[in-house]
């Protein structure tokens, strides 16, 4: 069983920055990519950051390029989503996803095999 857990969110100013982390353990299981995504109440889940395992490269959604910075601790299996100059629209409940294969698209939810359970981040005005 694959096990994925986020950490890190909370309650902040706009303005304030945040980082959330993705552990994952359980079986070995092969890695294409490391995703997040979000959800805020009412609206659909969204992606906001991706990084490939091979090659590191890394994706975003254009509303966070150029504040939130994603990136990888291989050895703890971790992944980061650091997050700058919070604005109150990125209030949602932010999921960290692992995508085992190439096929599909890196920024589609259904893509994606295993999930955590999520983490809030509410930021106010």
């Known amino acids: 069983q694959v096990r994925v857990v986020e950490s890190g969110g909370g309650l902040v100013q706009a303005g304030d920055s945040l980082r959330l982390s993705c552990a994952t353990s359980?079986?070995?299981?092969?890695?294409?990519?490391t995703g997040w995504f979000r959800q805020a109440p009412g609206k659909e889940r969204e992606f906001v950051a991706a990084?490939?395992?091979?090659?590191?490269?890394?994706y975003y959604e254009d509303s966070v390029k150029g504040r939130f910075t994603i990136s990888r601790d291989s050895a703890e299996n971790t992944v980061y989503l650091q997050m700058n100059s919070l604005k109150p629209e990125d209030t949602a409940v932010y999921y960290c996803?692992?995508?085992?294969?190439?096929?599909?698209?890196?920024?589609?939810?259904?893509?994606?095999?295993?999930w955590g359970q999520g983490t809030q981040v509410t930021v106010s005005s």
């Open positions: 996803a692992e995508k085992t294969t190439k096929f599909g698209t890196i920024s589609v939810p259904s893509d994606y095999n295993y």
């Open positions: 359980g079986r070995t299981f092969s890695k294409y990519a």
């Open positions: 990084i490939l395992y091979t090659s590191s490269s890394t």
